[in-house]
């Protein structure tokens, strides 16, 4: 699944032109609402849509919070036949599946964790050590995992991922919120 997710996003990644982009996102959500059912969205944002965002919002609200971001899909895992890969995963790794809201939560708090850390990260880490942001935009740009809301385990999941890559204000802005 992980090199799936890697190839794919790689993929996607060479078809962006757009010069001034300024960060990746891969936003981690769940198919109706059920976390045994994670879905990954790619899309990136760019000066041009931060300059956009400061009439409506301040400089770092504009800069990080996701809602003022372009909202483009341009990769999604997790849905169609990724869904399958991602459900081979969970059960692979010992986890039950369920397939409503019953039991859910506490269960799979662990296996997202683990697929955050086990393939997430492990792929951000990979597409810097290769390069592939550097071959296309002619520098590393911090990719950023994250789902709707940011708190502490956010920064701390891109700091691991990104290294110096990420932005020391991308990781204030979730810690203080």
């Known amino acids: 699944m992980k090199e799936t997710m890697k190839t794919m996003l790689q ?3 060479k078809t962006w032109v ?49 809602a003022f971001w372009l909202q483009n899909e341009e990769m999604c895992f997790g849905v169609d036949e990724t869904a399958k890969a991602v459900r081979q995963w969970i059960i692979s790794n ?42 296309q935009f002619g520098k590393e740009l911090p990719i950023i ?6 708190y502490d385990k956010i920064a701390e999941n891109n700091i691991e991922a990104n290294g110096d890559i990420l932005d020391e204000e991308f990781v204030n802005y979730c810690i203080e919120g």
């Open 18 to 66: 757009a010069e001034d982009i300024y960060a990746i996102s891969m936003w981690l959500q769940y198919d109706n609402y059920n976390p045994c059912k994670p879905v990954v969205i790619v899309g990136y944002n760019t000066e041009e849509q931060y300059q956009k965002s400061l009439s409506e919002t301040d400089e770092r609200e504009a800069r990080w919070n996701f």
């Open 94 to 135: 010992g986890y039950s599946v369920f397939e409503d809201d019953d039991d859910v939560e506490d269960v799979q708090c662990e296996a997202m964790e683990r697929f955050i850390e086990n393939t997430l990260i492990e792929i951000v880490k990979e597409i810097h050590q290769e390069k592939i942001l550097t071959k």
């Open 11 to 13: 993929e996607t990644i």
């Open 145 to 150: 995992i994250h789902e709707l809301e940011y």
